[in-house]
């Protein structure tokens, strides 16, 4: 099995802040495993929060890449397995991962939701993202991309005041992400008013660590809430069921398409929502995550619509929301350059 790494670094549409940082560009890399005449390519981005970057995964892959053009490969499971036995971290096992993921599909000549078993005509709607910055800014970027659901990154000293602004412009559906920088009190407090401004929940409002606090906000909050940072591997799955009413599951935090199908399975168990989200990514790793939308109840997977220019093909997400599978097996990926 031949593996190959590139970098690329995908220019953004517009500046993308969150409550901690802000960018203009995403460095991303793209891994491919050929085999048997098929190539699946993977995606992993960088990212500063994580210390992740383009170039120490790429020195990950490329310290056993003889290993992994000797592997045996028969499936993703039994492959993943093999790379989390090398100790790589999970942002390169999820772009080997996800390429395993392709090229499997595509050896078999299906595209992976065909291959789980799930049906993609019915399947929840993507939100579309509008980052922090000023008010004009934000109704700038909703009146460009008109969409049913807008996640509102939030984290700032007048957040309520900003949504209740926004609410003047849309009738949609809004889903707040405050990024960790809200207090549990905080918390308590903007909920009941952001529910009557038609929030639908609140994703990772506190640290990812401050577990007594989202005690206190469960007890309190009217609005659902949604782990992000508090749920990065399986094991937080169950924990967070405890303090959250849903999970969102990062494949490039969890290492891939094959524990998040893991820690899918094992939220709807425990009873709780499941979301899958992106990073600011390409078309690459939102096919992957577009396989696993007919198990979800929510989905984040606006990452390529966020860029100035792509650099794959594969699933496609139409104006009105609707996803449109390409026809070719695995995540339905094919490179342009």
């Given at each position: ?9 995908l ?8 409550s ?8 991303t ?6 085999l ?8 992993a981005?960088?990212?500063p929060?994580y ?9 990950e ?12 490969f ?17 942002f ?14 595509k ?10 078993g ?21 109704l700038?970027k ?12 939030l ?5 309520v ?16 992400d ?29 640290k ?11 007890h ?6 949604i ?19 849903g ?9 891939g ?5 893991r820690?899918?399975?094992k ?10 989200g992106?990073?600011?990514?390409s ?7 577009a396989?696993?939308i007919p198990?979800?109840?929510y ?14 093909t594969g ?23």
């Amino acid at each position: 099995m031949q593996v190959h790494l590139k970098k690329y670094i995908l220019p953004l549409r517009h500046t993308f802040s969150i409550s901690r940082e802000s960018h203009d560009f995403q460095d991303t890399l793209i891994a491919s495993l050929s085999l048997n005449g098929k190539t699946g390519y993977g995606e992993a981005t960088a990212n500063p929060y994580y210390k992740i970057t383009v170039l120490s995964m790429t020195n990950e892959i490329n310290a056993i890449a003889s290993e992994i053009e000797n592997f045996n490969f028969t499936t993703p499971e039994l492959f993943h397995s093999f790379l989390v036995g090398k100790g790589l971290s999970n942002f390169a096992i999820c772009a080997l991962d996800l390429a395993a993921h392709d090229l499997y599909g595509k050896l078999q000549g299906k595209p992976l939701y065909k291959l789980w078993g799930t049906d993609n005509n019915h399947y929840p709607t993507t939100n579309y993202t509008i980052g922090i910055a000023p008010i004009d800014v934000m109704l700038a970027k909703m009146q460009e991309v008109p969409w049913p659901i807008y996640k509102i990154k939030l984290g700032t000293s007048d957040d309520v005041a900003i949504v209740r602004e926004l609410r003047e412009h849309t009738n949609a559906i809004f889903r707040i992400d405050a990024n960790c920088a809200w207090t549990a009190e905080e918390t308590i407090h903007n909920a009941p008013l952001l529910k009557d401004l038609g929030v639908e929940f609140l994703e990772q409002p506190l640290k990812a660590d401050d577990w007594s606090g989202m005690e206190e906000v469960m007890h309190h909050s009217v609005l659902p809430l949604i782990a992000d940072e508090s749920c990065i591997v399986e094991n937080d799955v169950e924990k967070c069921a405890l303090h959250f009413n849903g999970i969102n599951i990062k494949l490039t935090k969890c290492g891939g398409l094959t524990p998040a199908l893991r820690m899918i399975s094992k939220a709807k168990e425990l009873g709780i929502k499941v979301m899958v989200g992106c990073m600011t990514e390409s078309t690459v790793g939102i096919s992957a995550i577009a396989q696993l939308i007919p198990q979800l109840d929510y989905v984040d997977m606006d990452g390529a619509m966020l860029l100035k220019s792509d650099i794959a093909t594969g699933v496609q997400i139409t104006d009105d929301g609707k996803v449109i599978f390409p026809n070719l097996a695995g995540s339905g990926v094919q490179l342009i350059d």
